[in-house]
T-cell receptor, first 116, second 111 residues
């Protein structure tokens, strides 16, 4: 399977714990995005990487959240001191880049986080 | 701030019917619009992408139209099948980074 992969698929944690999610984009895709989706809502943009550079962060991404993309390959999203409000599906997407108008984002299966 | 709205929130139709899902957006300065499908508990599958300069795109039984000036898009599904049951999301592309999504239409096709 050469699509976007995310690990773990499910994570249950206690409030106050730290969690880290991993995303492996489609090979050769230089853009990588993180979104968060709560039940019954559409995904909301969190952050975006062009290669290894993090170029934009949403106001949704509080200082407890950090994302990295070392060497422009896989990416990690870490949440420190988790809160119950962090419970959501975290989706990763990648795209090839190039002309924005034709640049399609491909999504992974997501990581479902439950904070108890 | 861009806002994307999808109507209806849920739709249930008998198998074989043709149907239309609606999407509206408030700011016409978009690069493209994508329609996605999401099965319960799963990620998103891209169905169609319409560039801002295009009026429509077709893939199999799916046809998506875009009227940028009025801020509207429709997804037409012909000869619906039970396997089409899913949540359908539209999203507009703003700049190099983000998609702004609607809340989705939950579609049920009854055999």
């Amino acid at each position: 399977d050469t699509g976007v992969s995310q690990n773990p698929r499910h994570k249950i944690t206690k409030r106050g714990q730290n969690v880290t999610f991993r995303c492996d984009p489609i090979s050769e895709h230089n853009r990588l995005y993180w979104y968060r989706q709560t039940l019954g809502q559409g995904p909301e943009f969190l952050t975006y990487f062009q290669n290894e550079a993090q170029l934009e962060k949403s106001r949704l991404l509080s200082d407890r959240f950090s994302a990295e993309r070392p060497k422009g390959s896989f990416s990690t999203l870490e949440i420190q001191r988790t809160e119950q409000g962090d419970s959501a599906m975290y989706l990763c997407a990648s795209s090839l880049g190039g002309v924005i108008g034709t640049d399609t984002q491909y999504f992974g299966p997501g990581t479902r986080l439950t904070v108890l | 701030k861009q806002e994307v709205t999808q109507i209806p929130a849920a739709l249930s139709v008998p198998e074989g019917e043709n149907l239309v899902l609606n999407c509206s957006f408030t700011d016409s300065a978009i690069y493209n619009l994508q329609w996605f499908r999401q099965d319960p508990g799963k990620g998103l599958t891209s169905l169609l992408l319409i560039q801002s300069s295009q009026r429509e795109q077709t893939s199999g039984r799916l046809n998506a139209s875009l009227d940028k000036s009025s801020g509207r898009s429709t997804l037409y599904i012909a000869a619906s099948q039970p396997g089409d049951s899913a949540t359908y999301l539209c999203a507009v592309r703003e700049g190099a980074q983000k998609l702004v999504f609607g809340q989705g239409t939950r579609l049920t096709i009854n055999p």
